[in-house]
Protein backbone atom coordinates (compact mmCIF):
# COMPACT_ATOMS: atom_id res chain seq x y z
CA UNK A 1 0.00 0.00 0.00
CA UNK A 2 1.27 3.63 -0.72
CA UNK A 3 -0.92 6.60 0.46
CA UNK A 4 -0.56 9.59 -1.94
CA UNK A 5 -0.62 13.31 -0.78
CA UNK A 6 -3.87 14.40 -1.70
CA UNK A 7 -4.24 18.15 -2.03
CA UNK A 8 -7.85 18.33 -3.25
CA UNK A 9 -9.60 21.03 -2.45
CA UNK A 10 -12.43 18.68 -1.42
CA UNK A 11 -13.02 16.06 -0.52
CA UNK A 12 -10.08 15.42 0.66
CA UNK A 13 -7.33 14.12 2.88
CA UNK A 14 -8.43 12.65 6.20
CA UNK A 15 -6.03 11.87 8.94
CA UNK A 16 -4.68 8.57 9.19
CA UNK A 17 -5.67 8.05 13.28
CA UNK A 18 -9.06 9.01 11.89
CA UNK A 19 -8.98 6.32 9.43
CA UNK A 20 -7.66 3.33 11.09
CA UNK A 21 -10.06 3.86 14.07
CA UNK A 22 -12.62 3.94 11.55
CA UNK A 23 -11.11 0.73 10.44
CA UNK A 24 -10.30 -0.93 13.41
CA UNK A 25 -14.68 -0.46 14.21
CA UNK A 26 -15.54 -1.37 10.66
CA UNK A 27 -17.42 -4.64 11.66
CA UNK A 28 -18.19 -4.31 15.30
CA UNK A 29 -18.78 -0.63 16.88
CA UNK A 30 -17.66 -1.47 20.55
CA UNK A 31 -19.81 -4.54 21.45
CA UNK A 32 -22.74 -3.62 19.55
CA UNK A 33 -22.43 -6.15 17.03
CA UNK A 34 -22.45 -4.19 13.81
CA UNK A 35 -20.13 -1.31 11.89
CA UNK A 36 -21.74 2.16 12.42
CA UNK A 37 -23.47 2.09 9.04
CA UNK A 38 -26.14 -0.99 10.16
CA UNK A 39 -27.20 0.91 13.13
CA UNK A 40 -30.83 2.53 13.52
CA UNK A 41 -30.41 6.15 14.46
CA UNK A 42 -32.87 5.85 17.08
CA UNK A 43 -30.50 3.21 18.94
CA UNK A 44 -28.66 4.43 22.03
CA UNK A 45 -25.32 3.73 20.25
CA UNK A 46 -26.11 6.02 17.74
CA UNK A 47 -27.61 8.67 19.85
CA UNK A 48 -24.05 8.60 22.09
CA UNK A 49 -22.93 9.43 19.08
CA UNK A 50 -23.97 12.06 17.86
CA UNK A 51 -24.25 13.68 20.78
CA UNK A 52 -20.81 13.22 21.72
CA UNK A 53 -19.98 15.08 18.18
CA UNK A 54 -21.73 17.71 19.32
CA UNK A 55 -20.50 18.50 22.19
CA UNK A 56 -16.76 17.88 20.75
CA UNK A 57 -17.30 20.29 18.75
CA UNK A 58 -18.91 22.61 21.22
CA UNK A 59 -15.77 22.08 23.11
CA UNK A 60 -13.38 22.19 20.44
CA UNK A 61 -14.62 25.68 18.79
CA UNK A 62 -15.89 27.29 22.13
CA UNK A 63 -19.72 27.26 21.08
CA UNK A 64 -21.60 29.47 23.41
CA UNK A 65 -24.90 27.62 24.97
CA UNK A 66 -27.30 30.21 23.23
CA UNK A 67 -26.40 28.82 19.63
CA UNK A 68 -27.47 25.28 18.19
CA UNK A 69 -25.70 22.72 16.00
CA UNK A 70 -27.56 21.51 13.37
CA UNK A 71 -26.25 18.27 11.11
CA UNK A 72 -27.76 18.41 7.81
CA UNK A 73 -27.53 17.17 4.33
CA UNK A 74 -27.72 18.97 0.91
CA UNK A 75 -24.45 20.51 0.93
CA UNK A 76 -23.23 23.92 2.13
CA UNK A 77 -24.89 24.74 -1.13
CA UNK A 78 -28.51 23.62 -0.32
CA UNK A 79 -27.74 26.38 2.73
CA UNK A 80 -27.84 29.05 -0.06
CA UNK A 81 -31.13 28.35 -0.13
CA UNK A 82 -32.25 27.57 3.53
CA UNK A 83 -30.25 30.86 5.03
CA UNK A 84 -32.56 33.26 3.14
CA UNK A 85 -35.62 30.93 3.47
CA UNK A 86 -35.05 31.22 7.85
CA UNK A 87 -33.37 34.27 7.75
CA UNK A 88 -35.25 36.79 5.79
CA UNK A 89 -37.93 39.14 7.36
CA UNK A 90 -37.59 42.25 5.92
CA UNK A 91 -36.24 40.78 2.23
CA UNK A 92 -33.14 41.87 1.77
CA UNK A 93 -28.81 40.82 3.07
CA UNK A 94 -26.21 42.85 2.56
CA UNK A 95 -23.11 40.24 0.45
CA UNK A 96 -19.80 40.95 -0.27
CA UNK A 97 -19.16 39.19 -3.29
CA UNK A 98 -15.19 37.31 -3.27
CA UNK A 99 -16.11 34.30 -5.63
CA UNK A 100 -18.01 31.48 -7.00
CA UNK A 101 -19.29 30.47 -3.51
CA UNK A 102 -20.69 33.62 -2.80
CA UNK A 103 -22.07 34.04 -6.51
CA UNK A 104 -24.14 31.37 -5.86
CA UNK A 105 -25.47 32.21 -2.69
CA UNK A 106 -26.53 35.69 -4.43
CA UNK A 107 -28.05 33.58 -7.05
CA UNK A 108 -30.30 31.81 -4.11
CA UNK A 109 -30.54 34.98 -2.17
CA UNK A 110 -32.29 36.79 -5.02
CA UNK A 111 -34.79 34.00 -5.29
CA UNK A 112 -36.47 34.16 -2.31
CA UNK A 113 -35.56 38.04 -1.56
CA UNK A 114 -33.03 40.68 -3.03
CA UNK A 115 -29.15 40.79 -2.31
CA UNK A 116 -27.46 43.77 -2.02
CA UNK A 117 -23.42 43.46 -3.08
CA UNK A 118 -21.56 45.68 -0.72
CA UNK A 119 -18.11 45.30 -2.31
CA UNK A 120 -16.60 42.86 -5.23
CA UNK A 121 -13.45 41.48 -5.60
CA UNK A 122 -14.25 40.31 -9.42
CA UNK A 123 -12.46 43.10 -10.99
CA UNK A 124 -9.40 41.54 -10.54
CA UNK A 125 -10.07 37.70 -10.37
CA UNK A 126 -11.37 37.62 -6.77
CA UNK A 127 -7.48 37.93 -5.72
CA UNK A 128 -8.12 40.03 -2.89
CA UNK A 129 -10.91 40.66 -0.03
CA UNK A 130 -12.52 44.09 -0.22
CA UNK A 131 -11.50 46.38 3.07
CA UNK A 132 -14.61 45.63 5.57
CA UNK A 133 -14.70 48.66 7.21
CA UNK A 134 -14.75 50.92 4.36
CA UNK A 135 -18.37 49.20 3.18
CA UNK A 136 -21.93 50.80 3.55
CA UNK A 137 -23.77 48.17 5.35
CA UNK A 138 -27.71 48.43 5.39
CA UNK A 139 -29.05 48.94 8.96
CA UNK A 140 -32.27 47.12 8.19
CA UNK A 141 -30.46 44.33 6.72
CA UNK A 142 -31.60 40.67 7.47
CA UNK A 143 -28.17 39.93 7.75
CA UNK A 144 -24.56 40.57 6.37
CA UNK A 145 -23.03 37.34 4.25
CA UNK A 146 -19.67 36.20 3.49
CA UNK A 147 -17.57 33.36 2.23
CA UNK A 148 -14.76 33.54 4.76
CA UNK A 149 -12.37 31.60 3.07
CA UNK A 150 -12.39 31.13 -1.03
CA UNK A 151 -11.57 27.74 -1.70
CA UNK A 152 -11.38 28.60 -5.20
CA UNK A 153 -8.86 31.81 -5.17
CA UNK A 154 -7.17 31.34 -1.81
CA UNK A 155 -8.05 34.42 -0.26
CA UNK A 156 -9.58 34.59 3.45
CA UNK A 157 -11.28 37.36 5.62
CA UNK A 158 -8.30 38.24 8.11
CA UNK A 159 -10.50 40.53 9.78
CA UNK A 160 -14.58 40.06 9.84
CA UNK A 161 -17.01 43.03 8.88
CA UNK A 162 -18.37 44.52 12.23
CA UNK A 163 -21.98 44.72 11.52
CA UNK A 164 -23.23 45.83 14.62
CA UNK A 165 -27.08 44.42 15.72
CA UNK A 166 -27.02 42.84 12.20
CA UNK A 167 -25.95 39.26 12.19
CA UNK A 168 -22.94 37.89 10.37
CA UNK A 169 -23.39 34.68 8.38
CA UNK A 170 -20.68 33.13 6.93
CA UNK A 171 -19.35 29.93 4.77
CA UNK A 172 -16.94 28.40 6.73
CA UNK A 173 -16.75 25.21 4.05
CA UNK A 174 -13.07 25.47 3.66
CA UNK A 175 -11.84 26.94 6.98
CA UNK A 176 -13.92 25.34 10.07
CA UNK A 177 -11.51 23.62 12.57
CA UNK A 178 -8.18 25.53 10.96
CA UNK A 179 -7.58 27.73 13.76
CA UNK A 180 -9.56 29.22 16.52
CA UNK A 181 -12.54 31.60 16.32
CA UNK A 182 -15.36 33.49 18.37
CA UNK A 183 -18.17 32.03 17.79
CA UNK A 184 -20.25 35.47 19.07
CA UNK A 185 -18.86 37.18 16.25
CA UNK A 186 -21.44 35.32 14.00
CA UNK A 187 -25.05 34.81 13.91
CA UNK A 188 -24.66 31.79 11.33
CA UNK A 189 -22.11 30.02 10.43
CA UNK A 190 -22.01 26.94 7.92
CA UNK A 191 -19.73 24.07 6.14
CA UNK A 192 -19.92 21.02 4.22
CA UNK A 193 -17.67 18.77 6.02
CA UNK A 194 -15.66 17.22 3.35
CA UNK A 195 -12.80 19.59 3.42
CA UNK A 196 -12.13 20.13 7.59
CA UNK A 197 -14.44 17.99 9.39
CA UNK A 198 -14.90 14.70 7.52
CA UNK A 199 -16.47 12.86 4.80
CA UNK A 200 -19.32 14.22 1.95
CA UNK A 201 -22.83 14.25 2.77
CA UNK A 202 -22.79 16.21 6.03
CA UNK A 203 -23.37 19.79 6.47
CA UNK A 204 -22.91 21.77 10.06
CA UNK A 205 -24.93 24.57 10.79
CA UNK A 206 -23.92 26.69 13.84
CA UNK A 207 -26.75 29.34 14.27
CA UNK A 208 -27.51 31.91 17.78
CA UNK A 209 -30.85 30.67 19.07
CA UNK A 210 -32.99 34.00 18.28
CA UNK A 211 -32.06 33.43 14.53
CA UNK A 212 -34.64 30.52 14.09
CA UNK A 213 -38.26 30.28 13.79
CA UNK A 214 -38.77 32.91 11.26
CA UNK A 215 -39.43 30.86 8.35
CA UNK A 216 -42.65 31.52 6.69
CA UNK A 217 -45.26 28.95 7.60
CA UNK A 218 -45.11 27.15 3.92
CA UNK A 219 -41.58 26.43 4.23
CA UNK A 220 -40.77 22.47 3.39
CA UNK A 221 -40.04 21.01 6.84
CA UNK A 222 -36.65 19.44 6.00
CA UNK A 223 -36.17 23.17 4.84
CA UNK A 224 -36.98 25.05 8.15
CA UNK A 225 -33.99 25.03 10.80
CA UNK A 226 -36.89 25.28 13.45
CA UNK A 227 -37.41 21.36 12.84
CA UNK A 228 -34.36 20.31 12.63
CA UNK A 229 -33.17 21.83 16.12
CA UNK A 230 -37.03 20.77 17.74
CA UNK A 231 -35.59 16.80 16.39
CA UNK A 232 -32.09 17.51 17.51
CA UNK A 233 -31.25 17.06 13.66
CA UNK A 234 -33.65 13.36 13.62
CA UNK A 235 -36.11 14.95 11.97
CA UNK A 236 -35.53 12.39 9.35
CA UNK A 237 -32.20 10.09 9.08
CA UNK A 238 -29.06 12.08 9.19
CA UNK A 239 -25.82 11.26 7.46
CA UNK A 240 -25.47 8.70 10.68
CA UNK A 241 -21.57 7.47 9.37
CA UNK A 242 -20.57 11.05 8.07
CA UNK A 243 -21.02 12.17 11.73
CA UNK A 244 -19.54 9.03 13.62
CA UNK A 245 -16.00 10.45 11.40
CA UNK A 246 -16.69 13.67 12.12
CA UNK A 247 -16.75 12.37 15.36
CA UNK A 248 -13.79 10.95 15.19
CA UNK A 249 -12.02 13.97 13.42
CA UNK A 250 -12.79 16.07 16.33
CA UNK A 251 -11.38 13.70 18.63
CA UNK A 252 -8.05 13.88 16.70
CA UNK A 253 -8.28 17.20 16.98
CA UNK A 254 -8.92 17.83 20.90
CA UNK A 255 -7.33 14.50 22.27
CA UNK A 256 -3.74 13.79 19.76
CA UNK A 257 -3.55 17.54 17.71
CA UNK A 258 -4.31 19.21 21.35
CA UNK A 259 -7.02 21.78 19.63
CA UNK A 260 -7.22 24.42 17.73
CA UNK A 261 -4.81 26.78 18.99
CA UNK A 262 -2.03 24.30 18.24
CA UNK A 263 -3.64 23.33 14.99
CA UNK A 264 -3.48 26.82 13.74
CA UNK A 265 0.19 26.77 15.09
CA UNK A 266 0.74 23.56 12.47
CA UNK A 267 -1.13 25.11 9.24
CA UNK A 268 0.61 28.71 9.90
CA UNK A 269 3.74 26.21 9.32
CA UNK A 270 2.55 24.36 6.46
CA UNK A 271 1.13 27.32 4.83
CA UNK A 272 4.49 29.47 5.71
CA UNK A 273 6.70 26.64 4.06
CA UNK A 274 4.58 26.80 0.36
CA UNK A 275 3.91 30.78 0.20
CA UNK A 276 8.17 31.49 1.12
CA UNK A 277 9.16 29.35 -1.30
CA UNK A 278 6.60 30.98 -3.99
CA UNK A 279 7.47 34.59 -2.94
CA UNK A 280 11.32 33.10 -3.79
CA UNK A 281 10.99 31.18 -6.71
CA UNK A 282 11.84 32.68 -10.22
CA UNK A 283 9.18 30.14 -11.38
CA UNK A 284 5.50 29.92 -9.60
CA UNK A 285 4.11 32.64 -8.25
CA UNK A 286 0.91 32.84 -5.84
CA UNK A 287 -1.51 35.55 -7.31
CA UNK A 288 -3.40 36.26 -4.15
CA UNK A 289 -2.95 39.74 -2.03
CA UNK A 290 -0.33 38.69 0.41
CA UNK A 291 -2.14 40.17 3.20
CA UNK A 292 -5.70 37.99 2.13
CA UNK A 293 -3.77 34.99 1.84
CA UNK A 294 -5.46 31.55 2.75
CA UNK A 295 -3.73 29.07 5.04
CA UNK A 296 -6.13 26.16 3.70
CA UNK A 297 -5.73 26.56 -0.25
CA UNK A 298 -2.67 27.92 -1.55
CA UNK A 299 -3.04 28.97 -5.82
CA UNK A 300 0.09 29.33 -7.71
CA UNK A 301 1.35 29.71 -11.05
CA UNK A 302 3.86 29.77 -14.12
CA UNK A 303 2.52 31.95 -16.02
CA UNK A 304 2.99 29.10 -19.11
CA UNK A 305 -0.59 26.69 -19.87
CA UNK A 306 1.95 24.11 -21.10
CA UNK A 307 4.31 24.28 -18.17
CA UNK A 308 1.23 24.41 -15.48
CA UNK A 309 0.07 20.98 -17.43
CA UNK A 310 3.48 19.05 -17.10
CA UNK A 311 3.62 19.95 -13.40
CA UNK A 312 0.47 18.71 -12.33
CA UNK A 313 1.33 15.67 -14.78
CA UNK A 314 4.95 14.95 -13.02
CA UNK A 315 3.31 15.62 -9.31
CA UNK A 316 0.90 13.43 -9.85
CA UNK A 317 3.42 10.77 -11.10
CA UNK A 318 5.25 11.23 -7.45
CA UNK A 319 2.42 10.64 -5.49
CA UNK A 320 1.60 14.60 -5.10
CA UNK A 321 -2.32 14.32 -6.45
CA UNK A 322 -4.72 16.95 -7.43
CA UNK A 323 -2.79 20.21 -7.86
CA UNK A 324 -4.73 21.50 -10.71
CA UNK A 325 -6.24 24.39 -10.38
CA UNK A 326 -10.00 24.98 -10.27
CA UNK A 327 -11.40 24.85 -14.34
CA UNK A 328 -12.22 28.65 -13.68
CA UNK A 329 -8.88 29.83 -12.71
CA UNK A 330 -6.61 27.15 -14.02
CA UNK A 331 -3.09 27.22 -13.03
CA UNK A 332 -2.48 25.39 -9.61
CA UNK A 333 -3.67 24.58 -6.56
CA UNK A 334 -2.40 23.10 -3.06
CA UNK A 335 -5.39 22.78 -0.40
CA UNK A 336 -3.46 22.06 2.62
CA UNK A 337 -6.12 21.18 5.38
CA UNK A 338 -5.80 20.08 8.65
CA UNK A 339 -5.18 16.54 7.80
CA UNK A 340 -2.39 17.32 5.41
CA UNK A 341 0.66 16.63 7.34
CA UNK A 342 4.29 18.99 7.00
CA UNK A 343 5.50 16.13 5.42
CA UNK A 344 3.26 16.49 2.76
CA UNK A 345 4.18 20.00 1.84
CA UNK A 346 7.75 19.79 2.58
CA UNK A 347 7.19 17.13 -0.21
CA UNK A 348 5.35 19.05 -2.62
CA UNK A 349 7.65 21.86 -2.42
CA UNK A 350 11.00 19.69 -2.73
CA UNK A 351 9.41 19.03 -5.98
CA UNK A 352 8.98 22.84 -6.84
CA UNK A 353 12.42 23.01 -6.42
CA UNK A 354 13.25 20.61 -8.92
CA UNK A 355 10.82 21.12 -11.20
CA UNK A 356 12.25 24.44 -11.54
CA UNK A 357 15.83 23.86 -11.58
CA UNK A 358 14.61 21.29 -14.37
CA UNK A 359 12.80 23.30 -16.79
C1 LIG B 1 -16.87 23.27 -1.29
C2 LIG B 1 -17.52 24.56 -0.96
C3 LIG B 1 -18.90 24.76 -1.13
C4 LIG B 1 -19.80 23.73 -1.75
O1 LIG B 1 -20.00 22.67 -0.90
P1 LIG B 1 -21.04 21.50 -1.27
O2 LIG B 1 -21.06 20.73 0.01
O3 LIG B 1 -20.46 20.75 -2.42
O4 LIG B 1 -22.34 22.12 -1.59
C5 LIG B 1 -19.43 25.97 -0.73
N1 LIG B 1 -18.65 26.93 -0.21
C6 LIG B 1 -17.33 26.77 -0.05
C7 LIG B 1 -16.52 27.88 0.54
C8 LIG B 1 -16.72 25.58 -0.42
O5 LIG B 1 -15.39 25.44 -0.28
New binding site residues.
Partial sequence: MSRVYNFS??PSMLAEWVLKKAASQMLEYRDSGQSVMEMSHRSSEFKAIITECEQRLRRVMGIPDHYKVLFLQG???LQFSMIPMNLLIKGHADVIHTGQ?SKKAIAELNKIGRADILASSEDATFSYIPDVDALPYHADADYVYI?E???IYGTKYKKLPQTGNVPLVA?L??CILSEPIDVSQYGLIFA?A??NMGP?GL?VVIIRDDLIGHASANTPSMLNYQTIADQDSMFNTPPTYAIYICNLVLQWIEDIIGGLAEMKKRNDQKAALLYDFLDHSDMFSNPVKPKDRSLMNVTFVTGNEALDAKFISEAKAQGLINVKGHRSVGGMRASIYNAMPMAGVERLVAFMKQFELDN
Fill in positions: AGGASWCNNTDSSGQKAT
